[in-house]
């Protein structure tokens, strides 16, 4: 069973690590003090001026200035029942922030208010705003966030008080600042610096700036308002002219009118904290055109973008899934096992011992039971029966912190391992082992063959001596000597250069050797499950050498490591340059996408190879094995229960009787999947051809959050089980947008695919013809003026129907390609694209005929030669 990341954080061992990190030396930025002193002294005019100072501070975006000048006078009253009256804090400021209270405003939303109310008591209230919510959330000392303003104050003034009293030495402001970082904490490290704005109600300017950018990333300014209903954008031109007008409630109706979805108008509080569906509908309706005048004056966002660029900002809002699975070592990991390296006394584990078992223990047992079933258990001890300990428990895979040697150089170890090794064994120290070493200078994990394991040790020696060279290839292929170190001797202190299969033989004489990784304690994969990833990775390169010593002939799964020497020379790029033409410039951004996201997207007009280059590409990353490529083509009837799993009707037999029974089976992808998690260290590619053919979120259900979440787990459906993309899962698929057969792509999908533009390409095409001209070619200029044609017909397509119809290059990549074979093209391929652009109409065909495009070089002009019809 995995950890569970929703459990509560101790917060001892918290307090500890802040304390380690806060910086005593940042100043705040503290606006002008508002008091009951002042509040009797000011005048209106310096009362709103350092009101909007304030909002200014308190407020990432301040939208309501103008409003809140407006009721200064009001604003007082409210001011002096804050401050002055008798009545708990928190039923005073909910009066003032609860729509409908006594001394509620329209435009002050709990933002300034919260602000405001920290000033009463300044050693003592703490700042309430949702990130402090969210800290003692995951400290337990909040169990939910209450409905009503008050109680909500009131539990967040309770939970800032459990934290005082276990830390009288910080202040209130720097327990506001520790919850803040506690509420950005996933695993176990908690930030070392506040973040800016962390106090915040609702998006800051850069989120806001961020939704802009995004929003004319998927649509264009330009498109979108060339692409508009009239009618929307009459709703539109109503809503700026009654919005300017001041007649707000026209203007909110007006542009519901033009954007009816509701979804909008429910997003908005997470970009305005005053604004609220309790209000009112006049202050729903001006509050809206103070946010819209904002983002149109400050951000220069267009009225047609305002309702997407609010859902914009609300979804980037969402906070990230928690961590599951292994959470993490944090930076006091390895200042606990400095610590204990220095003291290692019981007095002192015992004032430790919550520290000790948040920032060390559950870590440990986390990653074993992690790397135990995602890899240990369905690879190495179902497939190759070796039968390796799995059970986190001292003794057994991971080890005790107490030692067992009578008191010697003290009572516990400072450097802790979790040890993979075969149940059949003695004990771990009689086996080779998969390990992970945890100290003070950080964590190495891979294979280890230590003096004590005699009979494995004698086994492996003698395999290394024996077949040294195919195991060297073995390795190689995992890329094992790029991304390893070998070590020897027992501490692991000496690194032993491998680069032949001679440095092998020699590094295996010594008495204690091992291979693996081994990262700095500041390494930021230490602190996320992707760590859990790598291990299992790098045990699974490592896989020939444990073999090794697991097996008296380990030649077969070295062998299918390994390849045949014999076999033709590897697909590399220079080969995936000679099928598809493309440059290396072209071969390296793709690469970078499907380093950035897994997900790729090759789009393009109809014969633009788009296909094959997928085929292409999947050869070069799976390094031309066949087994680690499937390919499945979408269709409007292609179902979930295809792609990911469902229930089949089966025939089966039942004491002579045939029966029908509807197991749960796997789909492509499941099983794909299960074949890549296996092979963790060979990279597999799922070829998905015409995506935007099917029904997409039909056949892709929950996995569209899985191609965003690697490292998260969903329940299927049907058989009620786990499921989790492999990370050497790359997923490669083809679409043409202009197939009116096919359905656009939501926005949900897109964000989780890079997508990559496939367009006609006269580079392409001249390059093939110059490496497949026709053996009996006489004429040396037939293939430039075919390119030219080609050319010129992209050229005039661009012009009168868009730059989106094309012709793509593929159609006239023909081999040993004339005149004749030229002629057929384009009657029975080209000329059938070019009607279905033209919408049927076969009198403008005539626009585009070869002498046509080509009237002015006649000399240069390729001759098409009638098809005859072999039927005639």
Request: with cysteine.
């Amino acid at each position: 069973m995995l950890g569970n990341r929703s459990r509560t954080l101790p917060l001892g061992p918290l307090l500890a690590a802040f304390r380690a990190a806060r910086d005593h030396s940042r100043a705040a930025n503290v606006p002008a003090p508002v008091t009951v002193q002042f509040l009797d002294t000011a005048t209106t005019d310096a009362l709103s001026a350092v009101l909007h100072e304030l909002a200014d501070a308190a407020l990432p975006v301040s939208f309501h200035g103008g409003l809140i000048a407006s009721r200064s006078r009001f604003l007082r009253h409210a001011l002096n029942h804050l401050f002055r009256g008798s009545d708990p804090l928190p039923d005073r400021l909910a009066r003032c922030v609860t729509p409908g209270a006594t001394y509620f405003v329209a435009g002050a939303g709990p933002g300034l208010w919260a602000a405001l109310a920290a000033r009463v008591e300044p050693d003592r209230v703490p700042r309430w705003c949702p990130a402090i919510e969210r800290g003692l959330l995951k400290l337990g000392l909040l169990r939910d966030i209450p409905a009503d303003a008050r109680t909500r104050f009131d539990a967040v003034c309770r939970g800032c008080e459990v934290v005082r009293e276990h830390a009288p030495d910080l202040t209130a402001a720097e327990i506001d600042e520790f919850l803040e970082r506690v509420s950005r904490t996933n695993g176990r490290e908690i930030p070392s610096a506040p973040a800016a704005n962390g106090f915040a109600w609702a998006a800051t300017a850069d989120d806001v700036a961020r939704a802009v950018r995004d929003v004319r990333s998927r649509v264009p300014l330009q498109a979108r308002i060339r692409t508009t209903p009239d009618e929307r954008a009459a709703s539109v031109a109503r809503f700026r002219a009654a919005a300017e007008g001041g007649e707000f409630e026209a203007a909110f109706a007006a542009f519901r009118d033009a954007f009816p979805d509701p979804r909008w108008e429910a997003a908005l509080p997470a970009l305005d904290d005053a604004y609220s569906s309790a209000l009112t509908e006049a202050d729903r309706a001006r509050l809206w055109c103070d946010v819209a005048a904002v983002l149109r004056e400050r951000f220069r966002v267009h009225p047609l973008e305002l309702a997407d660029v609010v859902r914009a900002v609300a979804d980037a809002a969402r906070p990230e899934p928690e961590c599951e699975g292994f959470g993490g070592f944090c930076t006091d990991s390895f200042h606990f096992l400095t610590e204990l390296t220095e003291t290692n006394a019981t007095e002192w584990m015992t004032d430790n011992r919550e520290r000790y078992q948040f920032v060390l223990r559950e870590p440990l047992v986390e990653l074993c039971e992690s790397v135990a079933e995602r890899y240990i258990r369905p690879v190495l001890n179902r497939e190759y029966a070796w039968d390796l300990e799995c059970d986190a428990r001292p003794g057994r895979a991971v080890t005790s912190i107490c030692k067992n040697d009578f008191g010697r150089a003290g009572p516990y170890q400072p450097v802790q391992w979790i040890t993979f090794y075969r149940r059949s064994r003695a004990n771990k120290r009689s086996d080779a082992q998969l390990f992970v070493r945890v100290a003070a200078d950080g964590v190495r994990y891979g294979f280890h063959l230590g003096r004590t394991a005699r009979e494995a040790g004698k086994q492996f020696r003698r395999n290394i001596q024996e077949h040294a060279e195919i195991i060297f290839r073995a390795l190689q292929t995992g890329d094992v000597f790029r991304e390893c170190r070998f070590w020897a001797g027992d501490d692991l202190a000496a690194d032993v250069p491998v680069k032949s299969a001679a440095d092998l033989r020699a590094w295996a004489v010594h008495k204690t050797i091992a291979v693996g990784k081994c990262l700095a304690p500041d390494a930021p994969l230490l602190r996320r499950d992707e760590l859990a990833g790598d291990v299992l990775l790098t045990f699974d390169r490592l896989l020939p050498a444990f073999a090794c010593a697991a097996e008296a002939d380990p030649r077969p799964i070295l062998a299918r490591r390994a390849g045949d020497p014999a076999s033709p020379a590897p697909y590399d790029p220079a080969s995936f340059h000679d099928e598809t033409y493309l440059s290396e410039v072209w071969l390296d951004r793709v690469l970078g996408l499907l380093r950035l996201k897994k997900q790729l997207v090759l789009q393009g007009v109809p014969g633009t190879g788009k296909t094959h280059v997928a085929r292409c590409l999947a050869r070069l990353l799976t390094h031309d094995r066949p087994e680690c490529v499937r390919l499945v083509q979408f269709h409007p009837a292609y179902s979930y229960e295809e792609f990911v799993e469902g229930i089949r009707a089966r025939g089966v037999e039942v004491n002579g009787r045939s029966e029908v029974t509807f197991p749960v089976e796997d789909g492509v992808l499941c099983q794909f999947a299960a074949q890549a998690a296996s092979r963790p260290s060979e990279p597999h590619v799922l070829i998905v051809d015409e995506l935007n053919r099917g029904n997409l979120p039909r056949i892709f259900g929950e996995l569209l959050y899985l191609l965003e979440y690697r490292d998260q787990a969903v329940t299927l459906p049907y058989s009620k089980r786990p499921f989790q993309l492999p990370d050497n899962l790359f997923l490669l698929a083809t679409m043409n947008p202009l197939d009116r057969s096919a359905v656009a792509l939501d926005q949900a999908l897109r964000r989780r695919f890079s997508f990559v533009d496939m367009p006609a390409n006269a580079a392409v095409l001249a390059s093939w013809l110059g490496a497949h001209a026709p053996s009996d070619a006489a004429d040396v200029t037939f293939g430039p003026s075919v390119v030219r044609l080609f050319e010129e017909l992209n050229r005039r397509l661009a012009r009168d129907l868009g730059a989106e119809k094309q012709v793509g290059h593929s159609l006239f990549m023909v081999p040993e390609l004339n005149e004749e074979k030229l002629s057929a093209v384009w009657d029975h391929h080209v000329r059938p694209l070019l009607l279905d652009y033209l919408g049927g109409r076969e009198e403008r065909l005539r626009d585009y005929a070869p002498e046509r495009l080509l009237g002015d070089r006649p000399e240069k002009r390729p001759k098409l030669k009638p098809v005859t019809d072999p039927g005639a």
